[in-house]
């Protein structure tokens, strides 16, 4: 009997209309999903946490970093094999990086929710978490990391993105495409995430800022960012890493005065690369931006909160962001 644990954070999954005005709101329970589910997982002990009932939306770094920690204590349990944490799917692939980036060992760790709230009549919520628990209880899911698993697919958490608002397909993971699928009472597996390490914070820095940039855009905001004691800039730069001149300066002040920038890109797929002079990318990496590789600025900003969190992990950053970012 394979015991998995379900962590409930609250999302659309366990969302449906309510109160006077009938906003659909995270209400439902554990207990609530459990009995929703039309497969009786047999073989399988679910055994329920309610840590929270929020949407995604409203969740920040340190409430991600409870949830990581919260994943840490079942896995650490010798009679639990697994974690499954229905979340809200807006932010979904950024608790479920962090966790990557934070868990050890090879237990499997998986992440789910849903498109469709609960009380639609083609709800998409249970079949993600009965495909969910499965997964979590198959051996092929061991040291894969924190794995999104949606709409009978499953995802490296480094990977994935959301990537439509409302259809139930959405999540992807772009050129590097599914770790494999869950058909029915089948797992298959078609690849391994080969670019993994966890670390072991006693906390995370939660002042690391995002910034995208737009045709135009000047260096306004990151300079009132860099003087507002935000601690890491990360900025999705256009094509290989690239913004106006004027923004390059100002990134080679602020990382003088010992803030780090970190240069994305704002295409969906690619690497980011220094190739471009005339106060391009080439100028940027000159004046200390440190280029993230295909990490998004979403995940490239989790990363980043965590290696601040280290000791040494101010010093380490470059280092790491060139690992994860591949
Ligand atoms: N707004 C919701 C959330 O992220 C959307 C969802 O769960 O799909 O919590």
Same mark, same amino acid.
């Given at each position: 009997?394979a015991?998995?644990?379900?962590? +409930?954070? *609250?999302?659309?999954?366990?969302?449906?209309?309510?109160?006077?005005? =009938?906003?659909?709101v /995270?209400?439902m329970? !554990? %207990?609530?999903?459990?009995?929703?589910?039309?497969?009786?997982l047999?073989?399988?002990d679910?055994a329920i946490?309610d840590?929270?009932r929020?949407?995604s939306s409203?969740?920040?770094?340190?409430l991600?970093?409870?949830i990581?920690?919260?994943?840490?204590?079942?896995?650490a349990?010798p009679d639990?094999?697994?974690?499954?944490v229905?979340?809200?799917?807006?932010?979904?692939?950024?608790?479920a990086?962090?966790?990557?980036?934070?868990?050890e060992?090879?237990?499997p760790?998986?992440?789910?929710g849903?498109?469709?709230?609960?009380?639609a009549?083609? +709800?998409? *919520?249970?079949?993600?978490?009965?495909q969910?628990v499965?997964?979590? =209880?198959?051996?092929? /899911?061991r040291?894969? !990391? %924190?794995?999104?698993c949606?709409?009978?697919?499953f995802?490296?958490?480094?990977?994935v993105?959301?990537t439509?608002?409302?259809?139930?397909?959405?999540?992807?993971s772009?050129e590097h495409?599914?770790?494999?699928?869950?058909?029915?009472?089948?797992?298959?597996?078609?690849?391994?995430?080969?670019?993994?390490r966890?670390?072991a914070?006693?906390r995370?820095e939660?002042?690391?800022?995002?910034?995208?940039?737009g045709?135009?855009?000047g260096d306004?905001?990151?300079r009132?960012?860099?003087?507002?004691?935000?601690?890491?800039?990360v900025?999705?730069g256009?094509g290989?890493?690239?913004c106006?001149?004027v923004v390059?300066e100002?990134i080679?002040?602020?990382? /003088?005065?010992g803030v780090?920038?970190?240069?994305?890109?704002?295409c969906?797929e690619?690497?980011v690369?220094?190739i471009?002079?005339?106060?391009?990318?080439?100028?940027v990496?000159?004046n200390?931006?440190?280029?993230?590789?295909?990490?998004?600025?979403v995940k490239a900003r989790?990363l980043?909160?965590?290696v601040?969190?280290?000791?040494?992990?101010?010093?380490?950053?470059?280092?790491?962001?060139a690992?994860h970012?591949g």
């Amino acid at each position: 009997m394979a015991r998995i644990q379900l962590i +409930t954070t *609250g999302g659309t999954i366990a969302s449906r209309p309510g109160g006077a005005k =009938a906003d659909v709101v /995270a209400e439902m329970t !554990g %207990a609530d999903l459990k009995a929703s589910l039309h497969d009786s997982l047999e073989g399988i002990d679910l055994a329920i946490d309610d840590f929270c009932r929020v949407g995604s939306s409203a969740i920040d770094l340190p409430l991600a970093f409870s949830i990581a920690q919260r994943i840490r204590f079942h896995l650490a349990r010798p009679d639990c094999d697994g974690v499954v944490v229905t979340h809200g799917t807006d932010t979904m692939e950024e608790s479920a990086f962090l966790a990557d980036l934070l868990i050890e060992g090879d237990k499997p760790v998986v992440f789910t929710g849903a498109q469709k709230s609960a009380d639609a009549p083609d +709800t998409d *919520g249970p079949r993600n978490i009965a495909q969910s628990v499965r997964l979590a =209880a198959s051996p092929l /899911a061991r040291g894969l !990391g %924190a794995l999104v698993c949606f709409e009978d697919e499953f995802h490296a958490a480094r990977d994935v993105t959301k990537t439509h608002t409302s259809r139930t397909d959405t999540f992807r993971s772009g050129e590097h495409g599914k770790l494999g699928e869950v058909d029915g009472t089948d797992v298959i597996l078609h690849r391994r995430p080969l670019i993994r390490r966890t670390y072991a914070p006693a906390r995370i820095e939660t002042e690391v800022e995002l910034v995208k940039l737009g045709l135009g855009t000047g260096d306004k905001v990151i300079r009132y960012l860099a003087a507002s004691g935000t601690k890491a800039i990360v900025i999705e730069g256009f094509g290989r890493g690239n913004c106006r001149p004027v923004v390059t300066e100002a990134i080679g002040e602020i990382v /003088a005065g010992g803030v780090p920038v970190i240069m994305c890109s704002r295409c969906p797929e690619g690497r980011v690369k220094p190739i471009y002079g005339n106060g391009a990318g080439k100028d940027v990496e000159r004046n200390g931006g440190v280029f993230a590789g295909d990490l998004t600025g979403v995940k490239a900003r989790i990363l980043t909160a965590v290696v601040l969190g280290l000791e040494d992990g101010p010093a380490r950053l470059r280092e790491e962001i060139a690992y994860h970012g591949g």
